[in-house]
């Protein structure tokens, strides 16, 4: 037999449908997911960001923003870690009446050579989790949204941002990234390791809405011994990455 996970279900009819749940509102389509908590609390009190819905789970409530950038109205959120519970509440946002997302997060680097803060757009992400398997077919890997990576990169060249594109690595356990796994990954081309944007990307497709993100590099697990890199600061970093992220969002076409 199969192993469950390997078992699409095409079928639209679902038990608990988002789209029925909750209602739309009056909100922007444009839409940020910012995995930074501290930056968030910043933005909040800098731009005056006031709660326009606040989604709920048993970890508590999960507040979703909104304030003027750029002269546009704009949402944003935190998704929480992991693609299981960042998808439900990327999928929440969609039934509130948002369209186009991009995120900003943080990743490991196969690669050492990426100093902290170093921008990558991933382009697609290597489907080793289990949420996206639930929106699509199985596949190796899932893409990002065209589009999406189209307006980061036209927002990073305008600020001669330095950034590479390539391939993600989605994993749901980030306790078992083997020094075997990591060198697979990395002759398939991945540069980086997270937890969502395989998730991210499925739903987007099932939903038809455009999505993408931007990463900075974090964290190194390319060599034998892990390399925390906590000595460099990321504040700053994170805020400079929403900020980009807002504005690659509102340049969606």
């Known amino acids: 037999m199969k192993a469950p996970i390997l078992e699409y279900d095409p079928s639209r009819k679902v038990i608990i449908d988002p789209q029925k749940l909750i209602k739309p509102l009056n909100i922007s389509e444009y839409c940020v ?26 970890i508590g409530e999960h507040p979703i923003y909104e304030m ?29 009446g948002c369209k186009k997302f991009i995120a900003c997060g ?18 697609s992400a290597i489907r080793d989790e289990g949420t996206s398997y639930h929106y699509l077919p199985p596949s ?5 949204s065209k ?3 189209v307006s980061i990169e036209k927002v990073l060249k305008k600020y001669c941002i330095k950034y590479i594109k390539g391939k993600t690595w989605t994993t749901d356990a980030f306790y078992r990234e083997t020094p075997d ?26 939903r038809k809405v455009d999505f993408a993100q931007l990463l900075y590099s ?6 034998e011994e892990w390399d925390s890199r906590k000595c460099h600061p990321r504040v700053p ?17």
């Open 147 to 149: 589009k999406g990576v």
């Open 106 to 123: 943080g990743a490991g680097i196969l690669d050492k050579s990426f100093q902290v803060g170093h921008i990558i757009i991933p382009t």
């Open 218 to 223: 974090g964290d190194d697990v390319s060599s």
């Open 68 to 96: 003027k950038f750029q002269g546009k109205r704009i949402t944003f959120f935190h998704p929480g870690v992991g693609a299981p519970l960042a998808a439900g509440l990327f999928e929440e946002v969609i039934a509130l």
């Open 33 to 58: 997911l910012c995995f930074f908590q501290e930056v968030i609390n910043e933005i909040v009190k800098k731009e005056k960001a006031k709660i326009v819905y606040t989604c709920k789970s048993e």
């Open 237 to 253: 970093i994170r805020t400079k990455a929403f900020y980009l992220a807002a504005e690659s969002c509102l340049n969606m076409k």
């Open 140 to 144: 190796r890997e899932v893409e990002a």
């Open 181 to 206: 796994k990591i060198k697979r990954r990395k002759l398939e081309g991945c540069l980086s390791v997270e937890m969502e944007s395989a998730a991210f990307f499925a739903v987007a497709k099932y």
